[in-house]
C-alpha cells in the first residue's frame, strides 16, 4: 500500500467517523504519542468537525503524558498508559470518546519493545479496551499504519454503539 493509498484511507474513515459521531451526537477526542498530531488533523479536516470534534492532545513527551493525561509516572510504551491517555483525554476535554495511542516508531528499541510496538485505546461511558499491535517498517510507515488503525477502532467502537 502506497503512502497515498493510506492517506486516502485515513481520509474516508475520518469522514465516516464524522458522520457517524454527528449522527450519534458525540464528541470524540484523541491523545497521540507516537502519530504527534497525525490522527487529530484527519479528524480535524473531517466534514462539520467542529460540531463533533473536541479536540486532540499531542503528548509525545513522558512527563507531558503524566502531567495533563494524568498518566501514571513509569514506563509508557503499554496498554495501562494507552488505556491512562485516553482515560485523561477523554476527562481534560469533555469528550464522550477519546482514543488515544502510544508506542515506538523506530529506528532503535525503546523500554524494551522493538520498533513498530504500538497500543492502541479507546474510553467511552462503555468503559475501555486496549489493543497491541506489530507494525513493519520505518518510523514513518510505523506513524501511518498506527493512525489508519488508531482511526479504525474509533469507526469500529462508535458503529457499535
Not at 53 to 70: D, N, Q
Request: aromatic share 4%.
Amino acid at each position: 500500500m502506497t503512502d497515498g493509498d493510506l492517506t486516502r484511507i485515513a481520509a474516508e474513515i475520518a469522514e465516516r467517523i464524522g458522520s457517524t459521531a454527528l449522527a450519534q451526537g458525540l464528541s470524540v477526542a484523541v491523545a497521540e504519542s507516537l502519530t504527534s498530531g497525525a490522527i487529530a488533523s484527519r479528524l480535524g479536516a473531517a466534514a462539520d468537525s467542529s460540531v463533533w470534534f473536541a479536540g486532540g492532545v499531542v503528548a509525545y513527551a513522558s512527563e507531558t503524558k503524566f502531567r495533563v493525561l494524568s498518566v501514571d509516572p513509569g514506563p509508557v510504551v503499554n496498554a495501562r498508559c494507552a488505556v491512562q491517555m485516553a482515560k485523561g483525554c477523554a476527562d481534560l476535554l469533555g469528550a464522550d470518546v477519546a482514543v488515544a495511542v502510544t508506542g515506538v516508531g523506530g529506528p532503535d528499541p525503546e523500554e524494551g519493545h522493538p520498533p513498530g510496538t504500538v497500543y492502541v485505546a479507546l474510553s467511552s461511558s462503555d468503559g475501555e479496551i486496549v489493543d497491541q499491535h506489530k507494525f513493519d517498517g520505518d518510523p514513518s510507515e510505523v506513524v501511518a499504519l498506527a493512525t489508519l488503525t488508531t482511526l479504525q477502532t474509533l469507526l469500529t467502537s462508535l458503529t457499535k454503539r
